[in-house]
């Protein structure tokens, strides 16, 4: 069987520059199959689908050589990876969220520092009231997780006027815009930073990561803000330190998520919640449908691909 199908989650008219090699079927995670899973070489995976309807065709896909996500993070994937053949890889959307997310961390933090849900809630209540607020400028930053979205973090902290950023990977090294210490170092720098911002993928070394040490670290009134996942932060410790008013948080994700009615954090003191919307912006299908374009472009010419994050071996 000479398997050349690619399985996308758009029209193919959607994307320029698709190589002719493939025979392009549009799949969104419905049913039916749109043809022979075992046909299938390139799956670009649904976007926003739950990841039982996304992982279901895997295991009848022996030919597939690339699985591509629309998203940053590829956790929903994990339970997948064992059905891959020998030598296909997954790869995540790099660099199609990073300005979106980046966007919505500061706008967490200017939102959370200068009080816009207080002002929101007095203009439902036709009261003014006004009064002195944190600034960003001359705060500390710290952004823990270096890829293509703490990176864009930093950038656009830089015109802030900032006191400093410290950079937080999982391993030190030096970046184009200085030292990133490793996490080993969080015990130091916690105390040091006014603004500490979640920007790592959810791994088995990251679940948590904020825990009751983490957060008992930082210093009094510092804001943690997490545009990474839910599962990043321990929920429980958090609530604790908010509900002593000791910290606050911006959370753009959370856990459990969706965030259920009643939850004790949609009301915790100092907490500012979205429903994790750091990617959905009008910027994400022109750069999802370049990435593509342009993955599928190696696969046909057996290029290396990029942003490669799991080798089935």
């Not at 190589?19 to 199959?33: G, V």
């Not at 036709?126 to 930093?154: H, K, N, Y």
């Not at 915790?268 to 979205?274: H, K, N, V």
């Not at 009008?282 to 994050?309: I, K, M, N, T």
């Amino acid at each position: 069987m000479n398997a050349s199908d690619v399985w996308l989650p758009l029209p193919a008219d959607d994307v320029e520059g698709l190589p002719d090699t493939f025979t392009y079927r549009y799949w969104n995670a419905e049913e039916p199959y749109p043809a022979d899973p075992a046909r299938c070489v390139g799956y670009v995976v649904p976007y926003l689908k739950p990841p039982a309807d996304v992982l279901r065709p895997l295991e009848r896909m022996p030919s597939v050589r690339l699985v591509q996500t629309l998203t940053a993070g590829v956790e929903h994937m994990t339970p997948g990876l064992g059905a891959l053949a020998p030598g296909a890889v997954l790869c995540n959307a790099g660099g199609v969220h990073d300005a979106s997310t980046a966007e919505l961390a500061l706008t967490l933090i200017l939102a959370s520092l200068r009080g816009l849900p207080d002002f929101v809630r007095q203009q439902d209540a036709d009261r003014w009231s006004g009064g002195f607020r944190p600034a960003l400028a001359d705060r500390r930053v710290l952004v823990v997780g270096q890829g293509g979205i703490g990176r864009a973090v930093e950038e656009r902290l830089i015109p802030f006027e900032v006191a400093g950023v410290d950079r937080v990977a999982r391993t030190a090294r030096q970046g184009p815009r200085g030292p990133v210490h490793a996490l080993a170092d969080l015990p130091r720098l916690l105390p040091e930073a006014d603004v500490v911002v979640l920007a790592v993928p959810l791994t088995e070394e990251t679940r948590r990561l904020a825990d009751a040490r983490f957060l008992a670290a930082m210093r009094d009134g510092a804001l943690l803000v997490n545009v990474a996942r839910g599962g990043v932060v321990d929920t429980d410790a958090l609530l604790a330190e908010l509900k002593s008013g000791r910290l606050r948080a911006a959370l753009d994700v959370t856990d459990p998520e969706p965030l259920p009615a009643g939850h004790p954090l949609w009301r915790a003191p100092g907490a500012l919640i979205t429903p994790h919307v750091g990617g959905p912006t009008s910027a994400f299908w022109p750069r999802a449908r370049r990435l593509v374009g342009a993955q599928l472009g190696r696969l046909a010419e057996g290029g290396p691909l990029e942003h490669v994050v799991h080798r089935a071996g």
